[in-house]
């Protein structure tokens, strides 16, 4: 044999052992559900059990807030081979639940009781503790007696985010097959109920709301279109963060005013005025640098008490897909918004860092793409 020859034969043969090291080690990585990539081997290796068979939370392996620069950030976040062979953990989403408890408890959390406040109390804003509020005679009348997750447990809950991520989703029946559906800022569902559902058993209705989607009710056209939705939650929970920031205060008391003049069907719930710090003091443990959690990381963190399985459906904090095609900021608006403004409160992308990390270990999923069974 030539000596050329030979040497080709040699060459070939230790190129084919090298891919076949990495076609194992694809293989493995599409077992345990992360996608290609440098970040990929990492993964696979902390996911294979160790002689101990200790289940790792890894949620944000940088102790420094993430940057976001580039439009198409979005690439680095593709999830698809990961959501086709997702597991869940159900060790990992105990753990989590364990460690979250020794924050905050979603039971006693989700809402201030009629208990602890009486009419005329004076309240310091959380977010501008040198401002206060006081306690009305109709907010008093709302407050829960008993905390409105008391001794409930759910097999599998929905958490629907705004994102236009959803639309053409085709995720509507599965949402709706969710034991516990949580909605966030009072988003309309009707006319988008093939991708978003229609089932609702708790939804968040921040203040601003009232302005943005509803002109403030100026006049009786916007109040009844207000009132009507409202009146379609159909006695699910109604969670208004009253106490947060100065400058609600007047919306909260239209509201509440309305609650009991229509005598609207909902349980209204006004969250404690410990919930946000705490959350926060939970992520930033996990090294999670965040200024404010958004209510959908909010609803996640209170969810994992009561809810065995988690799915995330319209979290998608970026302006283009998957595949690079545009996304509006809400499905339901023409809003837009600068993820990675240094203005905002929130850390939209970061916080999706650390719920793409979860859905990857198993602990949550996370839906960004038509859901099986859409043609």
Not at 202 to 228: C, G, H, Y
Request: aromatic residues 8%; charged residues 20%; proline residues 4%.
């Amino acid at each position: 044999m030539h000596l050329e020859a030979r040497s080709w034969m040699l060459g070939a043969a230790a190129l084919l052992a090298v891919f076949l090291l990495f076609a194992d080690i694809s293989q493995l990585a599409e077992e345990v559900g992360v996608t290609a990539g440098s970040g990929a081997i990492r993964s696979v290796v902390k996911s294979v059990p160790g002689k101990t068979n200790r289940t790792e939370l890894v949620i944000n392996e940088s102790s420094s807030p993430a940057t976001v620069e580039r439009s198409n950030e979005s690439m680095k976040y593709n999830i698809k081979s990961a959501s086709l062979k997702w597991r869940h953990n159900q060790t990992l989403s105990l753990k989590i639940r364990k460690q979250i408890l020794k924050f905050l408890d979603a039971e006693r959390d989700i809402s201030i009781l009629k208990g602890t406040l009486k009419p005329g109390d004076i309240i310091h804003y959380i977010f501008d503790r040198d401002s206060t509020m006081n306690i009305s005679k109709n907010l008093y009348e709302l407050l829960p007696k008993i905390s409105p997750l008391k001794n409930k447990h759910f097999k599998t809950c929905a958490i629907v985010g705004n994102s236009g991520i959803l639309l053409n989703s085709g995720c509507g029946s599965e949402i709706d097959a969710h034991d516990f559906i949580i909605r966030c800022n009072l988003a309309p569902v009707e006319e988008y109920a093939s991708d978003v559902g229609m089932k609702t058993d708790l939804v968040t209705m921040n203040p601003s709301v009232v302005q943005r989607a509803f002109e403030d009710l100026i006049n009786e056209t916007w109040k009844d279109k207000f009132l009507q939705r409202l009146q379609g939650l159909n006695g699910s929970i109604l969670w208004i963060p009253a106490f947060m920031a100065k400058g609600g205060e007047e919306r909260v008391e239209w509201v509440n005013d309305l609650i009991i003049k229509h005598h609207i069907d909902v349980h209204t719930a006004y969250p404690s005025l410990r919930l946000l710090h705490a959350v926060r003091g939970y992520w930033l443990t996990n090294k999670v640098h965040i200024k404010r959690p958004t209510t959908g990381l909010l609803m996640y963190t209170l969810a994992t008490r009561f809810c065995s399985r988690i799915h995330l459906y319209g979290f998608w904090p970026f302006p283009r897909d998957q595949n690079q095609n545009p996304v509006k900021y809400h499905y339901y608006d023409s809003l837009k918004y600068g993820y990675t403004s240094q203005a905002s409160p929130h850390a939209m992308p970061l916080e999706f860092k650390a719920l793409k990390a979860l859905h990857q270990q198993g602990a949550l999923k996370l839906t960004v793409e038509e859901c099986e069974g859409t043609t």
